[in-house]
Every structure is written in structure tokens, then in C-alpha cells.
């Protein structure tokens, strides 16, 4: 199989993760003030299907497994592990990109967690190691994220040198996973990881087809699937547990395929121009820490509006619920994006630096015979 897409920086998928992390906040905040759709009465019970499938944060998560799966096939082409001193060298780099700014994103957690009064250091210690995830909910995501870490050589190597044949056989089996099992936790969201993988090696044939109206329709269908594969797929069956996702979430693997490959094509001219935006890829160069600082704050401030009394529970008007939205995304959204950026600049570019200087003091050191 050969590559069919380039291997370099791509800024129209940095802000597609930008717009991605967005929604991720906005939806959990929209969930917090409406948590079904009875809030809204069954008379809009429309609206909560549409506004809650544009703002959901689930679908929005299994993309960033697609585009990690992506970037990572790119750094692999460009780095390849060939041995094991470039596969430890190949780890540290990635540990070193994911793991500080989850470190810096569970100590404001606890910070916050000790002024509700649930403060728990052992808490602390087992999020750290992504034994627990209670502290800050989004960082289970990081545990799938450093597995998928861990296996992506071995599915690159699939991809690249195995042919048609192995990989569609690789490709099943996660797809197998991803439908029948719960637990390992990690595995059913393996077959993401790849779906990015295979971005960069479809057929010239398809490349060929995507050019024309059925590039148009192929885009038309990978949002409607991306938006409201949970209520296409599961309906009112649909389980909000992640480890509880695989009665919809296969249906997200051709719309997230689908998006990132007609992104990394530049197939439409104006959605392109929108996401190599200077707006838009602040926010994908920000996404990571945006990611995993806003649900502490959300969470806190939840916590604190309920001990005022205000919470869906106690706030019975439309009106009023749609104000508590409005005023959480506000809020949240005004401190996420300080917090982040700061993350993003003293956290999380000098760990990739120290990464890289880790990995290449390794690389540099002689390889056994």
C-alpha cells in the first residue's frame, strides 16, 4: 500500500481540532444546564436533538483519536521506529507531549476539588498515573490517547508494509472490538487510531472520486453522521457512559474519516479558508490544554451555582436554564482560554522540546550490535 497523502503540517486540521475542542466545551456546558431533553419540554424536544448533536462532545472525541491517529502516521513516516532504541525514543516523545499538560490540568482540578470541599490527594496520585479518572472526567481520553500511542508503530507497520490484505484484517478486528467489547477500556477506540492512519493510504481511485459530486455528497453525509450518528444509531438506547458507546460510535468511523481526508484534501475551498483562520488555529494550537482545563472549571462552577441554588433542578424556566447555559459557556470559555494558552506555552512546548532533546540524547547513543 502506498501513501497517497504527504506527510507534513497540516494547519487546516490544527484549527478542525480547534473547532473540535470547542464544541467539546460548549456541549458540556450545554449538558450541564440541560441534561435531557425533558428540560426543554416536549415541544422542543426537537431543538435539544439538534442544538445537543451540533454541541456534542462525544463525537468531537473520536475525531481527535482520528487526527492523532493521522499525526502520528506522519511523524512515523518521517521518524520510523526501527528497532527498539527508536521505538523508546518514539515514547518519550509522545509521554513528554501528553502527560505534563494532564499533570498541570489535575493539580487545578484538586485546587478546585479542595474549594468545594472534595479534595482527595490519593485521587490525585491515581489520575496521575491514569488509574482514576473522577479527579477531571476528560482525562480518560488520555489513557486511550497513550495506548493508542503505544500500538501505532505496530498499526503503521500494518498500514505500510503488510498490504491490502493484512491491513483490512487489522482493520476488522478493531472494528470488532470497537462493536462487541466494553472492557479493555482502550480497545473498542483503537479502530479510530487507525481509521487516521488509513487517511494516508487510500487508493489514487478514491482520490479520483472525492474530486467530484460524490466528493460534495461524501462531505454532505460525513456531517450529518458526524453531528447525530448517537441518535442514527442508538436512539433512545444510546448509553452516555464512555465505556458504553459502542451501540453508536462505529457509525463516527466513516464520518471521521471522511472529515479528516476531505480536510487534509482542501476539498472545499471555503472550509479550508475558515479553518487556516488566525481565530481558528489559535484555537487548535491551544486545543490540548483547552481540552483538559475547561472541565474543572465547569465542574466547580456547577458545584458552586447548585450551592447557591441554582442547578437544572431548582431553575424550572426555560428561560432561566437557557441563562444558566449562556452564563456557564461564558464563563468557562473567558478562563479556559488564558488557562490554555498559558498551558500551552509553558507546559506544553517545553515538554515537546524536552521530549525531543530525551529522544535524541537516546538516538544518539550507540545501538547494541
Sequence with gaps: MLRTVESRFYPELEGLRGIASLSVLIGHCYLHAFPTANYLGPDLAWLHTLIGGVFNPQPAVLLFFVLSGFVLGCQLERTPVRGPQDYAGYLLRRLFRLLPATWVSLVIALAFAYGIGYGDFRQFLKAAVL??????????????????????????????????????????????????????????????????????????????????????????????????????????????????????????????????YLVAQRRFAGVSKLLDTNVVRFLGRISFSLYLLHYPLLQFLTIKLAQWGYSPETVTSLGGRTLMFGFKAGIVLALSVPLAWLSYTFVERPGIEMGRRLAGALAARPRAA
Excluded: H, K
Excluded at 505496530?154 to 478493531?174: D, E, I, T, Y
Excluded at 487510500?202 to 461524501?218: E, H, Y
Design 131 to 260: 488509574w482514576d479518572f473522577t479527579l477531571n472526567i476528560v482525562i480518560w481520553t488520555m489513557y486511550i490517547e497513550v495506548t493508542g500511542s503505544i500500538l501505532m508503530p505496530f498499526m503503521a507497520q500494518a498500514a505500510s508494509r503488510g498490504g491490502a490484505l493484512l491491513s483490512a484484517v487489522v482493520f476488522g478486528l478493531l472494528l470488532l472490538a470497537c462493536i462487541l467489547l466494553q472492557q479493555p477500556l482502550a480497545l473498542p477506540f483503537m479502530v479510530f487510531f487507525y481509521a487516521g492512519l488509513m487517511v494516508s493510504y487510500v487508493p489514487r481511485s478514491f482520490i479520483a472520486l472525492m474530486q467530484g459530486p460524490a466528493g460534495l455528497a461524501a462531505g454532505a453525509v460525513a456531517v450529518v453522521l458526524y453531528v447525530w450518528s448517537p441518535e442514527i444509531a442508538a436512539g433512545e438506547a444510546r448509553d452516555w457512559l464512555y465505556w458504553r458507546w459502542n451501540n453508536w460510535m462505529w457509525l463516527e468511523i466513516p464520518a471521521c474519516f471522511l472529515l479528516v
